[in-house]
Each structure stands twice: as structure tokens, then as C-alpha cells.
């Protein structure tokens, strides 16, 4: 039997990190970040924190990290890719026949608050929402059934989340994916000094907070056009399983 191939499409700031932390944890899994980042940064000329070591720390040729990477030799049974859906941008989807692919959203009224003390002006591209929501039908299409999994949902009820996931993917849950020791993970891209900093001091998932601070107010008509989207995905939800 070969490697079963997770690609997990999140939006950024949505407990992707954490998530991947977990998967890591089980012996079974190899984990790989975000292979895509550099092929989206030298597509877009997207300004993100630390863009050029990015793109001298890995390939920026998307259709070669499909065929070498999320295609290519993997030692272990599962291999759990950490994803970022508006990365999906000139290039063939078609390898999406070969994976198990999941969604993970995050409310906009909480994610956005985060983005924006990352980038300066979030744009509805930057979300990945809209991409989530494309990916959801075309997956539909292609025949899959992806799991969706809210931020929320998870943080508040971490193993029966993780259980439904497993479940749903075809994998045993291990509780071992609960918890993970503080600092960084080898897996880690050259980014996680820009990004990482909440989960390399956590050792598991925190509980839900609701975020005080507010969308700012110049970004409202995005927030408008993320709720749109992520009212669609959320619907798709998946439920704890105790």
C-alpha cells in the first residue's frame, strides 16, 4: 500500500501550525511545510516577511515541488502536508486526484486581527477563503468528500476533533497528537521567526479565545467578503467525536 497523502489547505493565522505540530507527533506521519510558499511568493511578488530567504531556501518552480515533493518518496504511511490555499495559484491542480485533501477555516473575525499584525494590508486573496470555498466544489467534482475542520471546533474540543479527522482520512488517532514539546519543529520553513511565535512557546492546542481587539476598521469590506465564504465552509464543518 503507498503513502497516504494528506495536503491540509489552510488560510493563514487558522492554527495550521499547531495542527501540523500534531500530526508530527505520531510515528507513522512525515510532515512538510508549506512547499508551495516559495512558488507563490515568485508567481505573485506577494510582500510577506522575509520573502527572499523564502525563496532562496526552496523551489520556486511549483510543478517541480509537485512532482518531487508532494508526489515524491516518502519513507512513512502518512505523509501530513501543511498547506496555505492561495499558494494554489499557476499551477496544475490535477495531483489533487492523489491526495486526501482537508480544509481548515478559521472566523474572519478572528483571523483577521491576527493577519493584520503580519501584513499591513490584508487583502480577500491573502485569506485563502475564497480558494477554500473553489477548492470544496472542485474536490466535490473530482469525487472527494474533504473534511472541514473549524479553527474553533478544534481548539475547543481538540481530541474529538482529531478523532472525526482521523476517522475521516483513514488513519488511526493517536493521542500522542495531543501534545508536543515547546520551541520549534525541524519541519519548520525559515519563515517561522515571522509566523511561529505563539506555537513554538505552546506545548498542545490552546483553549478558544474569542479576540477582543476587533477587525480594524479598514478592513471591513474584506472582513464582509471573507464571512460570505467562510458561511459556506463553515456549514461543512466536521463534529467532535468523543
Known amino acids: 500500500m503507498g503513502t497516504k497523502r494528506i ?3 489552510s488560510g493563514p493565522r ?18 512538510i511545510d508549506e512547499p508551495l510558499y ?16 523564502v525563496m532562496a531556501s526552496m523551489s520556486t518552480d511549483g510543478a517541480a515541488v509537485v512532482q518531487d515533493v508532494i508526489l515524491g518518496p516518502c519513507e512513512k504511511p502518512v505523509l501530513f502536508m501543511k498547506q496555505m490555499a492561495h499558494h494554489l495559484v499557476a499551477i496544475d491542480r490535477g495531483f489533487l486526484q492523489g491526495t486526501v485533501n482537508v480544509l481548515l477555516i478559521r472566523d474572519p473575525r478572528d483571523m483577521l486581527p491576527s493577519l493584520a499584525k503580519i ?11 475564497r480558494v477554500q470555498a473553489e477548492l470544496l466544489s472542485e474536490l466535490r467534482g473530482l469525487g472527494q468528500s474533504p473534511p472541514v475542520l473549524d479553527a474553533r471546533l478544534l481548539l475547543e474540543n481538540p481530541s474529538g476533533v482529531l478523532r472525526a479527522l482521523c476517522e ?16 520549534g519543529h525541524p519541519a519548520d520553513g525559515v519563515w517561522a521567526r515571522y509566523w511561529y511565535g505563539n506555537v513554538h512557546r505552546s506545548t498542545g492546542f490552546a483553549p478558544y479565545r474569542r479576540k477582543l481587539e476587533g477587525v480594524p476598521l479598514g478592513l471591513r469590506d474584506v472582513l464582509e467578503a471573507c464571512l460570505e465564504y467562510y458561511a459556506v465552509l463553515r456549514a461543512e464543518a466536521i463534529e467532535a467525536t468523543n
Open 7 to 9: 495536503c491540509l489547505w
Open 14 to 31: 487558522n492554527v495550521s501550525t499547531a495542527l501540523m505540530y500534531a500530526f508530527a507527533q505520531r510515528q507513522d506521519t512525515q510532515v
Open 38 to 53: 516559495a512558488h507563490y511568493l515568485y508567481v505573485t511578488g506577494a510582500s510577506h516577511p522575509g520573502s527572499a530567504e
Open 119 to 129: 501584513l499591513d494590508t490584508p487583502t480577500l486573496a491573502d485569506t485563502g477563503l
Open 168 to 183: 475521516q482520512v483513514g488513519i488511526p488517532f493517536d493521542a500522542g497528537m495531543l501534545s508536543w514539546p515547546t520551541g
